[in-house]
Nanobody, 119 residues
Framework: QVQLVESGGGLVQAGGSLRLSCAAS????????MGWFRQAPGKEREFVAA????????YNPAFMKGRFTISRDNAKNTVYLQIDSLKPEDTAVYYC????????????WGQGTQVIVSS
């Protein structure tokens, strides 16, 4: 069973940076795609970024490019999300997710890590 544990969230001032971590266990992840999503209060969950564990290829929605960078450390089975130039509208719970490269939907989720950006 896939287990995902996020960390690195917190309270940060606008303009600052954070690096979120997602420690993955329970599987060999070479055929997985790992993703980051976020959900702000009262809003739908939205896709932030994804990365292919095997190739390292990354995916971002156009409006997420530039400030959000996803990366992975194969040796540590950890995926990261670097967020730069934080804005108050980035305040949300950030979730790590996983799917195999044959699945269309992300089926495994972490518990989330809260990011609060103060103005």
């Amino acid at each position: 069973q896939v287990q995902l544990v996020e960390s690195g969230g917190g309270l940060v001032q606008a303009g600052g940076s954070l690096r979120l971590s997602c420690a993955a266990s329970g599987r060999t992840f070479s055929s997985y795609v790992m993703g980051w999503f976020r959900q702000a209060p009262g809003k739908e969950r939205e896709f932030v970024a994804a990365i292919s564990w095997s190739s390292g290829r990354t995916y971002n929605p156009a409006f997420m490019k530039g400030r959000f960078t996803i990366s992975r450390d194969n040796a540590k089975n950890t995926v990261y999300l670097q967020i730069d130039s934080l804005k108050p509208e980035d305040t949300a719970v950030y979730y790590c997710a996983a799917r195999t490269d044959r699945q269309a939907l992300f089926g495994s989720w972490g518990q989330g890590t809260q990011v609060i950006v103060s103005s």
